[in-house]
Each structure stands twice: as structure tokens, then as C-alpha cells.
């Protein structure tokens, strides 16, 4: 595998001189969701003129989901390599032993704030506050509301969670005021006003326009009156909610006079998801006829805007056609601030693009002859071709399961993917489905036979007094999922020390008088009932120190189809709680 090295653009810049970075990422925001892409319905005036003030990476190929595009975005990594291969059910939980781009850059100086959206762990010792960032302020799971955030949150999914929400500020639950995006970015820009001495690293990760389409009636309202399906004219009012929210912090920065030496990126990490589709015909919004959606290698579901404005030294109103991804924001960023890794951090698979973009040149450097490897599907571990693709700056080949041959498609000639080019060209093909294999094997042995093993939970830290374990993180013993409650799931979990714990246990359908079942390895505890908070509680409970598999169940003495065998329900959430 080619891997990363500093390029002759990476120069030892003094810490005064060294630029901010703030790196602004949305869910699920498409290629085609930009009035500069040629969308006809929506307003992004904001973003639009970012596009003309900035090098855009116009064949960035992110995704191919939320958990892999980040771990990928902040590692330089490909995904997998990260312990972080899917979106759930303990397969989002980013190794530990990472290095982050805030560990990097903290430990030359930078201050770190991510706002947001982290998806790559929620409890210790995965979360973003342990992972290099100083400040935090960040929602649980892959949304607000969904049945890994927060238990109050997630009781108004899909109707208000997106308001007044509880995030968690460096780890701790709070209750926040007003509307998620405005609330992120009000927090960014109070962190960012702070640092007058130290450059900055601000992330800012939005949940938004991922589903569900909860935004003030103020920016959808236009769409509707326009005649817009429901469902587009939310995602399209939350867009425009996102291009405010940008606006304001490019103005702040120009007021602050920090805005020539900021670096401003924006992407989204994959396209539209179907959850987004019309209500009434079932058809995705408009993307400028790229193919699919969220989830697919094809273009709809990876292309994406990724904008990079740096005054001093970067190319505005550039488009760049070198294919790249994710893993290539992390070494860029480290060129342009003039940062060498440590040669004991583990090898990146990105490259950086500073020859290509660097205004300081008086010609580009040549595109890179590389290929961006790209996989997801739902499991613990990689399936040979199951959705699986190679890029090239020209070609893709792509099989969209194991059983396929494969489609190949030039993406000069045909951007839309119309022209399936595998019989005409199969030497190509064959060449590209090896170079797919190398790759896999290369990856697989990032940690030996435990490189897809899930990464487990810590408790009993004295940087975490209370763990809150979620159905996101569980590991099913039967089914695939995290809301049905037909499903049965554990957590694993290293205990860090022998601690005396209170443990309380929440179920989704909450039922008075069940029997509740708690379970730490060998041991079976029970109670007669669930409280009138909601809650089982275990107090008093000793855990001894190591590995331990927690299971929790109530079970109905009546049949109930939504449940496990229509008798036992599991655990919707378990907390522990130490003293430190």
C-alpha cells in the first residue's frame, strides 16, 4: 500500500504564523443540495460564495456511511483499519489507540473543540474529549433522539428532539437551548473567541439534514408554499439553516481579523439517505442526476461538496478533479500547518493535496496515480465484494454484492453511471478487483485476527463516574438493529477496577410490575419491578475488575408480539454509576 509521507509542501511554520482550522461537516447533505451545484430550488448564498472563495475537491468520494467517513475524516485511515466498520451495534466504536488530527494538533499547540456529531464512541474511552479534543459539546449515537442518545432526547425522536436538547459537554449531560445546528455553531464561535494566544482547531459536526426533517417552520415554510413535497421542503429549510449557520461564522471570522490565516473546510460525509425521499412518490431530491443514494458506491451516495478556503495560501475559485476521500483531510491539514507526524504514529493511508491546491506554486503538481478503496455493509466483519468499490481520477469498478462480476464506469464520460463498461473492458476490471483484494488484505491485518473485533466499553474510569450503555454500542445475539424490541443484545465491557456500582436499567415499553433481570457473566440478579422513574435499580452492585459481558431483560407474563419470543424485552439502556 502507498501510504503518506510529509511532502516537500509541508515547511516548519512558526506557532504565531501556524493557520486555525475549522472543519464543517454535515449528515447526509448531498452533492446536489447547493444552489452553486446547479440546484434550481434552494437558496445557499453563504455556501455558494465559499464555493468561489475556495479549491474544491470536485471528486471527493466520502462515505460510505456517518462512523466510517469520520474515523476516516479525523484518522487518515481507511475505516476499518480503526475498529470503526459500520454505524451501530458496537461496530462505531473508534480504537482508542488512534491518533486523532486533535491529538496531533494539540500536541503542537492547537486548542480543539468539537460541536456536534461524533459517531465513532460515546462512552469512555472512545468520545471525543478523550480522543484529543479539550472542549466538547456533542449529542450521543448518530442523531439527536435516536436509541443510542439520551434517554430524554430520544423520548421526543422524531417529533422535537431537535430542539432544546441534552448534549454532553466534555462528557457531562446538559440541557441546551434552541435549535441543534444554531446551537453548535453559538458554541464553536464562543470557543473560538476565546483563544487569542493558541491557533484553533474547531470541528463542527451537524446532525443535520439527516432525518428525521425537524426544523422551524421558518426556513421550510417558502418550500412548501412552492409546492414542494413535505419531506424535500424540510431537508431544503435545514439546508438553508446550515448556509445561515455558515454565513455566520465566516462573518465572525473576518470581524475577529482571523480570517486570512483560517483554513474553512466544508463536506458532508456521504449523500442523501432514503429516510429523505418524497413522501408521496418515494423518489430521492434533486442531485444533478448522480446515480442512488446514501449507503451505495454509486456517485448519489458518495459524491459530495468539500470545499477548502485558505486565503493566504490556497487557490480560490479552483476546482480540483483528483479523486481523493476522507482520508486525505488529515495529512492536507498537517501540510498546510507545517506538522510532521510522529514516526511512532501509525501509518496513514491519505495523501496530502497541497501541491495540487497551493496558490503559492506557479504550476499544480500533477494529479496523484492513486486509487480511493471504499466498503460498508451491515456486520462484524467484511464480506469479499459486498459493496465494495475501487476509484480511480477516471474509472470506478464496483460490485454492489459478493455475487456480482462487477460494473465498470468511466466517470469522465459518464458521470451519471449509465454505461456499464465491464464487458468492453474487462482487463481493466480484472485489474481493479485485484488491487480490491490487495487492499483487503492489507487492511485485515491491521491488528492481526482482532482488527474487526468491536472495541469494548471501559467503565469504572475516574474520567467517566457514570457509563451510559446503549442499545448503539450493544452486540446482538440474534437480528440486526438497535430500536426492535424483538431483538436480544449485551454490551462488553473492561472493568477498570473493582468498584461497587448502582445500576439501573430502562426499557422501551415500560412496564410496572415485570420482572427485571441483570446479568454480569455468570451472575443472574433480579428485581420485582420497575420504579416510577422509568428505571430497575441495582444498587450496591459489585463489579469485579475485567472483562464482563451485562446483559439486562424484563420479562411479560402476558404474550406481547413486539417482544423477544412475545415474553422478554431487553434493556433499552443500562447506566452505571460509580463513586470516584
Not at 486555525?20 to 447533505?29: A, E, H, V
Request: aromatic share 12%.
Amino acid at each position: 500500500m502507498t501510504r503518506w509521507n510529509p511532502t516537500v509542501w509541508s515547511k516548519k511554520v512558526p506557532m504565531d504564523l501556524r493557520p486555525n482550522i475549522l472543519l464543517f461537516i454535515c449528515d447526509d447533505l448531498a452533492w446536489g443540495d447547493l444552489a452553486c451545484h446547479g440546484n434550481p430550488y434552494i437558496r445557499t448564498p453563504n455556501l455558494d460564495r465559499l464555493h468561489g472563495e475556495s479549491s474544491r475537491l470536485e471528486h471527493y468520494c466520502s462515505g460510505p456511511l456517518c462512523s466510517p467517513a469520520r474515523a476516516s475524516l479525523l484518522t487518515g485511515r481507511y475505516h476499518m483499519r480503526t475498529r470503526v466498520i459500520d454505524t451501530y451495534c458496537g461496530r462505531s466504536i473508534i480504537d482508542p489507540s488512534e491518533r486523532t488530527l486533535a491529538h496531533v494538533l494539540s500536541e503542537n499547540g492547537y486548542q480543539c473543540g468539537a460541536f456536534g456529531k461524533w459517531h465513532l464512541g460515546d462512552c469512555y474511552p472512545s468520545r471525543a474529549c478523550d480522543m484529543g479534543f479539550q472542549k466538547t459539546v456533542m449529542h450521543n449515537a448518530g442523531g439527536i433522539g435516536q436509541p443510542g442518545d439520551h434517554y430524554e432526547n430520544n423520548a421526543r425522536w422524531q417529533t422535537t428532539s431537535y430542539f432544546d436538547p441534552i448534549l454532553y459537554k466534555n462528557g457531562d449531560p446538559q440541557t441546551y437551548k434552541g435549535y441543534c445546528t444554531d446551537i453548535f455553531t453559538n458554541e464553536a464561535i464562543q470557543f473560538i473567541d476565546k483563544q487569542n494566544k493558541n491557533p484553533f482547531f474547531a470541528y463542527v459536526a451537524t446532525n443535520a439534514p439527516h432525518s428525521p426533517m425537524i426544523v422551524e417552520e421558518k426556513w421550510s415554510h417558502k418550500y412548501i408554499l412552492a409546492g414542494m413535497d413535505p419531506v424535500h421542503a424540510k431537508v431544503y429549510g435545514m439546508v438553508e439553516n446550515i448556509d445561515y449557520n455558515v454565513g455566520r461564522l465566516l462573518d465572525y471570522l473576518e470581524a475577529k481579523g482571523v480570517s486570512e490565516n483560517t483554513i474553512f473546510i466544508f463536506t458532508s460525509d456521504h449523500g442523501p439517505c432514503p429516510s429523505a425521499d418524497s413522501s408521496t412518490t418515494g423518489a430521492c431530491r434533486w442531485n444533478a442526476g448522480l446515480r442512488d443514494r446514501k449507503g451505495t458506491l454509486y456517485q448519489g451516495g458518495i459524491k459530495v461538496p468539500h470545499f477548502i478556503k485558505y486565503t493566504k495560501r490556497i487557490k480560490a475559485n479552483y476546482a480540483v478533479d483528483q479523486v481523493s476521500g476522507p482520508i486525505d483531510c488529515m495529512p492536507t491539514l498537517l501540510d498546510l500547518c507545517g506538522i510532521t507526524r510522529s514516526e511512532e504514529d501509525p501509518q496513514i493511508d491519505g495523501h496530502s493535496l497541497c501541491g495540487l491546491i497551493d496558490d503559492s506554486s506557479i504550476t499544480s503538481a500533477p494529479p496523484i496515480n492513486r486509487q480511493i478503496m471504499m466498503q460498508w455493509h451491515r456486520g462484524d466483519v467484511p464480506i469479499p465484494f459486498r459493496n465494495a468499490a475501487v476509484i480511480d481520477n477516471r474509472y470506478k469498478y464496483y460490485t454492489p454484492d459478493e455475487h456480482s462480476a462487477g460494473e465498470l464506469y468511466d466517470l469522465i464520460t459518464d458521470p451519471e453511471e449509465r454505461h456499464n463498461l465491464i464487458d468492453t473492458q474487462p482487463e481493466r476490471a480484472a485489474k481493479m478487483r485485484s488491487d480490491y483484494k490487495t487492499w483487503l488484505f492489507d487492511i485485515s491485518g491491521t491488528r492481526g485476527l482482532r482488527t474487526f473485533d468491536s472495541q469494548p466499553i471501559h467503565i469504572g474510569s475516574e474520567n467517566e463516574k457514570t457509563t451510559l450503555l446503549t442499545t448503539n454500542d450493544w452486540r446482538l445475539v440474534t437480528g440486526e438493529g438497535w430500536e426492535a424490541q424483538n431483538l436480544r443484545g449485551f454490551w462488553r465491557v473492561k472493568n477498570l477496577k473493582a468498584r461497587v456500582y448502582s445500576i439501573r436499567l430502562r426499557f422501551k415499553y415500560l412496564k410496572q410490575n415485570s420482572i427485571v433481570y441483570l446479568s454480569i457473566n455468570d451472575l443472574e440478579l433480579k428485581v420485582d419491578q420497575i420504579g416510577d422513574t422509568g428505571w430497575a435499580v441495582f444498587p450496591d452492585t459489585v463489579l469485579p475488575e475485567g472483562y464482563l459481558t451485562i446483559e439486562g431483560w424484563r420479562q411479560s407474563d402476558s404474550i406481547d408480539s413486539r417482544l423477544y419470543f412475545e415474553r422478554f424485552e431487553s434493556a433499552y439502556y443500562i447506566e452505571l454509576s460509580h463513586s470516584k
